[in-house]
């Protein structure tokens, strides 16, 4: 009498047939995946930036005193504060943490730009988001119009 053996488990070349159609599969979809999180961090850094931003006008409106904007690009950070410096309200950093943006993914028009109490501001700002070409730019006139676009 002839005993049959029950296969349990798989063979070697279903397991490296799995494997390879898996690779190629996550190889494929890596930089989409990747170029979809760049997007999403320069999504948020942009709406938090143009947040700072319109508080700025708020600020200074309701302190009854102008409020500078700096953008310090050694540290990739954006500080809203008083004109003497000396009180912070707002500081964001734009940097490795939280957004993880690149360097000179973020460029200001002016590294400087006051608000004063009546709702004007000295000059107007560009500030430009771009890394892989995924791209924004938020435009602030100087009346305190804050409008974010969509880079080509």
Not at 125 to 140: D, N, P, Q, Y
């Amino acid at each position: 009498m002839r005993r049959v053996r029950l296969r349990r488990g798989f063979s070697i070349l279903e397991l490296i047939t799995v494997v390879v159609v898996v690779g190629v599969l996550a190889t494929i979809s890596a930089g989409k995946v990747q170029g979809i999180m760049m997007q999403q961090r320069i999504y948020r850094a942009s709406n938090i930036v143009q947040t700072d931003v319109e508080a700025a006008w708020a600020l200074a409106a309701r302190n009854r005193r102008p409020i500078r904007i700096t953008w310090d690009a050694a540290n990739r950070q954006m500080r809203v504060t008083d004109r003497a410096a000396t009180t912070n309200f707002r500081r964001t950093s734009l940097g490795r943490d939280p957004y993880g943006l690149p360097p000179g993914s973020v460029t200001f028009s002016r590294d400087t730009l006051e608000v004063y109490p009546n709702g004007l501001a000295n000059d107007s700002l560009f500030i430009t988001f771009s890394a892989t070409g995924e791209g924004k730019r938020i435009l602030v006139s100087r009346a305190g119009t804050v409008k974010q676009v969509k880079l080509p």
